[in-house]
């Protein structure tokens, strides 16, 4: 069984999504509310016509997907509160270039550097305001405690 994460925007749905696959590669679809091929009765015209997007799924090579979605139009809600995606890079290398990639405009909660149980981890909420927790790979003490 996995799990994988759907998160939601205010509107950067779009522009946050297209960042994630330039950083984490894979195959990004996109269907914005508009492209619906039907509503039920009542529906607002400003959901039938938006661009936002409805859905999206970021397809990685490992088998794993980041999904997301804009919140509805009108529609208010606080993106990502209280959830962290956690990244676990192939390497020491690729942890710090994805943690600067992350923090570049937004917020390091904890600066990614050693820690007893990954040879690097850090925290940070990005300009999106999706929290992320990027560590390199595990050091094998710590599991064998």
């Not at 088998?63 to 990502?80: I, K, T, V």
């Not at 937004?106 to 560590?135: N, S, Y």
């Amino acid at each position: 069984m996995s799990f994988d994460p759907y998160i939601h925007f205010q509107g950067t749905c779009r522009e946050a999504m297209t960042a994630y696959q330039a950083l984490f590669g894979g195959k990004l679809d996109l269907m914005p509310y508009r492209a619906a091929p039907e509503w039920p009765p009542g529906t607002p015209e400003a959901m039938r016509t938006s661009d936002l997007v409805m859905h999206g799924t970021l397809a990685l090579p490992d088998g794993r997907c980041l999904m997301a979605s804009d919140f509805p139009p009108g529609m208010g809600g606080d993106p990502q509160q209280a959830v962290s995606i956690c990244h676990t890079a192939p390497s020491i290398e690729r942890a710090r270039e994805i943690f600067a990639v992350l923090a570049n405009g937004g917020t390091v909660i904890m600066e990614f550097q050693p820690t007893f149980w990954a040879d690097g981890f850090g925290m940070v909420k990005d300009r999106f305001g999706t929290h992320w927790m990027v560590l390199a790979p595990w050091r094998s003490q710590a599991l064998s405690a």
